[in-house]
């Protein structure tokens, strides 16, 4: 059998405020770059605006696109090339949306007509285009917002509900921690936080807490088996048991979301990048961050009690 | 082997036959060649579209629209009937459209989603489905008359001009004509209308807009500018009438509209629309072009003027033609709106996508390729590690996807691209579950027992932690369904599902592949 991880022995309980400060440093370094960007950068079905999206016949110099754009009547647009193809994105934020279509050009002819003076001869073929009025923007954060809290609600729930309150604790402040590292890498990139971003955040806090229940699992198990341990040694032991299984469901899954990141194409992109990143943090908060919680809250409770 | 197993082996057959059923319509569709798909007679076409897996906009090509009543004209008892009328209204504009498939369904008390597959022309469509298409017909006023009106303004603009100035004498007043100045014919009115120069539109425009006209008009006039360019002694410009504020004929007056070319003898191979006014129509149609020959009637629509003919004589006929600078497109477009009448408030776009057949086709492959590229490295790494028993979890993860896929063909849910990533995630979520299984087997060896009780003892720990994790991750898209819509919705559909189709695939269907392998006698060794 070819494994890995037999018998390990390492002590993650003893090097915990380590990691404490590892994490704590990330999320200080996150909250830095949310200040000095002045919040998070959000994408269009957040803050309202339009994104074009064309496939040209051949590629533009972004500097040319940008004269293109500023001659269409606006200069505020956010250009981006799309890496290894000849499609452009247009993003014009906080433009009227909410065409009533009576004689007045729109914005993507107006783009098309400065294409077409600048470079006659190039073709601009439609692909996608977006637009969300301030209003609709407004809702959708609000629903993300409620999808985020009543999922760890939930969760908090269920979890305290099979094994203690405790754990529910420990297991949402892990999750809520993964979410902060992600939303702090995506800052310090100036990456676009959408609706898929907040569906991959989802996804990655049942992700995460999956990791966290199996070794909760375990260590439910091994706390009645090895009676005669101490509460510390029992949660070292049972991280180290479950960590081939943590590592190997990581690679697996993390073979699928760097699949998505490589080959999945521009739209779904931001999507499996989010993915991806919460996918490690969350291993590493599983294994580094979860148990030395609940070691802390139990010896917090026996504190209180004494 | 025993009962059990024979059970299990059942429950396989049959979710199996029912996924093929349920999927075969959507191979035979997606699958079939061109040439077959034009030899297969309509109706059953349409069954077999309608039975096949559907996919979402972001993957087919096509239009989503969400669209919102403009309630401020109208009272909060009117807003429900005002919904369902421009409901009907879009309805009949969309289907002449002629787009397969159209969906058109209220949300909430006031906003209507549109949503048109296949769409290729963003900017008609647009058109089409934003216009009010407010048809009226108002007499121009006398020349004398909209030279006065003109001069009112003109004067009017000059006092608010002059007021902001230091120094003003009426001697300015007299010099200052803010608007005629822009009117380099004036005071001849063409077409009965004053004259702007294309290049002062603009600035015309923002300064009748910057003064409130309804107290400055005479109270049956008001000013519309017309809808396009024209030309007048070699110049381009705009032009601007002063009308009648009554109208004397209106869309409900008109019984059929139809695109024809030829209307207009001055542009004889540019398309038009030829209304036939309805009995009340023509009546009051007569009398209208009867009273007032050598008069212009200006035909609007939504408050511009599209053409304003003169009225040369009596027409009894009923009929009236709009003729303008329309492409042909724009002539059907136009003559179809008409038809099917005006908006009963204005509806504004407040969101939109577009997604054009070619990103469609893209994503499509690009998904399919991504879950193909992880499965096979999933599958390469799950034989190294785990030898034989990779091979189980293979199988397991096929029928897995197959379920999946069958599933959402039965509930005719739609396929989007953040779908195909749930599908992709759940390939190596799925997977999870068998290790999880996997490495309580080899503890479960490791600690000297038989094969048999082993994989007895594995499947039996593992289970709950299986269940445990995995509602979690239910409850999260479950949620997340709830909550979102569209592609997004479909990612949390795609995810629920196919966690669901994974518990009975991973724990049941293994098992039965691990007994079956191991039956009988006392198998030695297990490759894993």
Known sequence: MLTMFLNTKIDFMTKRRLFYVVSAIVILVGIASFALHGGLRLGIDFAGGRLIEYRLSERVSIDELREVATAAGYPQAEIQPVRGTSDVLFRIPDVEVGEQATGDVSISQQLRAALQTHRPGLTAELLREESVGAKIGREIRGQAFWAIVISLGLILLYIAFRFEFRFGLGAVAALAHDVLVTLTIFSLFNLEISMPVVAALLTIAGYSINDTIVVFDRIREQSVRLRRETYFNVLNISINQTLSRTVITAITTLFAAGALLIFGGEVIRTFALAMTIGILVGTYSSIFIASALVLELRRAGEAKAA | ?528
Do not use: C
């Not at chain 2, 989603?113 to 647009?126: F, I, T, W, Y």
């Not at chain 2, 009051?284 to 004589?313: C, K, M, W």
């Not at chain 2, 559909?493 to 009988?520: E, K, P, Q």
């Open chain 2, 1 to 528: 082997m025993g009962g059990n197993f024979r059970w299990k082996l059942l429950s396989l057959v049959v979710l199996l036959g029912l996924s093929v059923y349920a999927l075969y319509p959507s191979a035979r569709y997606y699958l079939m060649s061109e040439g077959d798909r034009q030899a297969l007679p309509e109706e059953s076409l349409e069954t077999l579209r309608e039975n096949a897996l559907n996919l979402g906009l972001d993957l087919q090509g096509g239009m989503h629209l969400v669209l919102e009543l403009d309630r401020t004209g109208l009272r909060d008892s009117e807003v429900p009937d005002a919904m369902a009328r421009a409901i009907e209204i879009l309805r009949n504009r969309v289907d002449k459209f002629g787009v397969a498939e159209p969906t058109i369904q209220p949300q909430g008390e006031d906003r209507i989603v549109v949503e048109l597959p296949g769409l290729l022309d963003r900017e008609r469509a647009v058109n089409l489905i934003g216009q009010t298409a407010l048809l009226e017909f108002k007499l121009v006023k006398s020349e004398q008359e909209s030279r006065r009106v003109i001069e009112r303004l003109d004067r009017e603009l000059a006092e608010r001009r002059l007021a902001g100035a230091d120094s003003a004498d009426s001697a300015d007043l007299e010099f200052t004509h803010p608007l005629t100045d822009l009117m380099p014919f004036w005071p001849e009115l063409p077409f009965g209308a004053g004259f702007v120069l294309e290049s002062d539109y603009e600035e015309a425009r923002d300064l009748l807009a910057s003064v409130p006209l309804d107290s400055i008009l005479p109270v049956d006039a008001e000013i519309q500018w017309g809808r396009d360019v024209e030309a007048y002694q070699g110049y381009t410009g705009r032009l601007v009438y002063v009308l009648d504020r009554r109208a004397q004929l209106d869309g409900s007056h008109i019984a059929n509209a139809v695109r024809r070319i030829g209307l207009d003898p001055t542009r004889p191979n540019t398309s038009g629309v030829s209304l036939t006014l309805n009995p009340q129509g023509a009546r009051r149609f007569r009398r209208v072009t009867a009273q007032n020959v050598g008069r212009y009637l200006a035909i609007t629509l939504d408050d511009r003027v599209v053409s304003a003919p003169s009225i040369r004589e009596r027409i009894p006929s009923g009929r009236a033609s709009i003729t303008g600078a329309f492409s042909d497109d724009e002539a059907k477009d136009l003559a179809i709106v008409l038809q099917a009448g005006a908006l009963p408030a204005p509806i504004n776009i407040i969101q939109e996508m577009t997604v054009g057949p070619s990103l469609g086709a893209d994503s499509i492959r690009m998904g399919t390729q991504a879950i193909a590229i992880g499965a096979i490295l999933i599958l390469i790494f799950m034989v190294i590690y785990y030898r034989a028993s990779g091979l189980i979890a293979l199988l397991a993860l096929v029928l897995n996807m197959v379920f999946l896929l069958a599933a959402l063909a039965g509930m005719r849910a739609t396929l989007t691209l953040p779908g195909i990533a749930g599908m992709a995630l759940t390939v190596g979520m799925a997977v999870d579950a068998n290790v999880l299984i996997f490495e309580r087997i080899r503890e479960e060896l490791r600690t000297g027992k038989k094969v048999r009780s082993a994989i007895d003892a594995g499947y039996g720990r593992a289970f709950r932690t299986i269940l445990d994790a995995n509602v979690t991750t239910l409850i999260s898209s479950g949620v997340l369904w709830w909550i979102a819509s569209g592609p997004i919705q479909g990612f949390a559909t795609t995810l629920f599902i196919g966690i669901l189709a994974n518990l009975y695939t991973a724990v049941l269907i293994t098992r039965m592949v691990f007994d079956a392998a191991t039956g009988g006698g006392e198998t030695e060794s297990l490759s894993i």
